[in-house]
């Protein structure tokens, strides 16, 4: 299995910006397709956005799409997740998640099998 850990979460003004990054351990990490998700108080679990195992197809849910930018770098082990033009709706813990598949994994929490702790980012207006 893989062990993951997010970071580079924090408190933002709108209209700026953050990278998170997500370090994987454990089994290859090219052997999984890799997404971000989030989840604000009281809220479901929302996808952000998903990326096949050699960083060739990507996704974004139509609320981030434009803003943010998810890649990887297979030889450091690394997920992450360039987010700008943030706005307060954007606050949440982000989670990187991770799918035993090659192709793009789906937009569900059920379609990834591991799960990092999450980082927290809060935008401030």
């Known amino acids: 299995q893989v062990q993951l850990v997010e970071s580079g979460g924090g408190l933002v003004q709108a209209g700026g910006s953050l990278r998170l990054s997500c370090a994987a351990s454990g089994r290859t990490f090219s052997r999984y397709a890799m997404g971000w998700f989030r989840q604000a108080p009281g809220k479901e679990r929302e996808f952000i956005a998903a990326?096949?195992?050699?960083?060739?197809?990507?996704d974004y849910a139509d609320s981030v799409k434009g803003r943010f930018t998810i890649s990887r770098d297979n030889d450091k082990n690394k997920l992450y997740l360039q987010m700008n033009s943030l706005k307060p709706e954007d606050t949440a813990v982000y989670y990187c998640?991770?799918?035993?598949?090659?192709?793009?994994?789906?937009?569900?929490?059920?379609?990834?099998?591991?799960w990092g702790q999450g980082t927290q980012v809060t935008v401030s207006s």
């Open positions: 998640a991770a799918a035993e598949t090659r192709g793009l994994a789906g937009s569900e929490w059920y379609d990834y099998d591991y």
């Open positions: 990326i096949r195992w050699n960083g060739g197809s990507t």
